[in-house]
Structures are given as C-alpha cells and as structure tokens.
C-alpha cells in the first residue's frame, strides 16, 4: 500500500474524504465507503497540536535542539531526523499548513 500511496494511508484516507464530501451531491455512493476509511489520526497544523510521544515531537525537538539550544551536532541531527521523519510516515502522523511547510523544507535540506 506504502508504493501505491506515497503520501502514506492516512494522508490518503484524509484526501478521499474530501473528494467524497466535495461530489456527495452529484456522486453519494463514495461517502459511505470514505466514512468506513477514515485517517487514524488527525493532521497537526500547531505546536501544541502534536502528539507529546510520536515522531513528529522528536523532531521538534531536535530542530529546538540543534537551533535554540545548540546541543545537537549537524550529524546527529541529521541521523535523528531521517529516523523521526520515517518513523512519522510509518505511524501515519499528519502534518499541515505551516508546520507541514516548515517540516517539508527541513526535509528538503537535509536531503540537498
């Protein structure tokens, strides 16, 4: 399923959801499906949002590690990171607006 759906399964569900929703007046048949399939978690959009015990903490905390604090060296920020950032996907954790962006661009450094 992970091959089929890159963005994972959760990230998926959220998306059929919406696409039923949005054609439920035209097309209703895919709402009871969508409703059967929803996400196993909700997407974090604020700090304050996230789950204190998934992955998606440890990397908050790595970058306040790294950033504010300096008690983290680029390797090992680097190392944790990826171990976070696969760990997230593979629970399924959801991240969006600006703190999806800000997560995505970290992701996107590192792999530059």
């Keep these: 399923m992970a091959s089929a759906v890159s963005e994972g399964t959760d990230t998926a569900r959220a998306r ?4 039923a929703r949005t054609l439920l ?8 499906v969508a409703a059967c399939h929803p996400p196993g978690h909700r997407a ?10 998934g992955a ?11 950033n504010e ?5 680029a390797p090992d920020f680097a190392h944790g990171w990826r171990e976070a950032r696969r760990a997230s996907q593979a629970n ?13 661009e970290v992701f996107m450094i590192l792999e530059e």
């Design 16 to 19: 059929f959801g919406r696409y």
């Design 25 to 32: 007046e035209r097309h209703p048949s895919p709402a009871p």
């Design 44 to 53: 974090w959009s604020r700090l304050g949002d996230v789950d204190p015990a």
């Design 56 to 66: 998606t903490a440890q990397q908050l905390a790595l970058l306040e590690a790294f």
């Design 69 to 73: 604090a300096g008690t983290c060296s």
């Design 92 to 104: 399924g954790e959801r991240v969006r607006g600006a703190l999806g962006d800000l997560l995505d």
